[in-house]
């Protein structure tokens, strides 16, 4: 797991709805770094426990 800044709602007011930060599985970084320029995570951190054990996108 990772907690990763991403791209989201670009029409939005808040940065936070533009660029959500949520948890993503291993096998979700990896298919999004095998995207080029088409990648979806714009900053990978360490995984924060505080933010839960699930993964956004595999929900």
């Given at each position: ?30 298919t ?28």
């Amino acid at each position: 797991m990772k907690t990763c800044v991403i791209y989201g709602d670009m029409s939005a007011d808040s940065a936070a709805d533009q660029y959500p930060t949520v948890n993503l599985c291993n096998d979700c970084v990896a298919t999004d770094d095998a995207q080029g320029e088409n990648h979806q995570i714009v900053i990978k951190q360490a995984y924060d426990h505080n933010m839960g054990d699930t993964c956004e996108w595999c929900v």
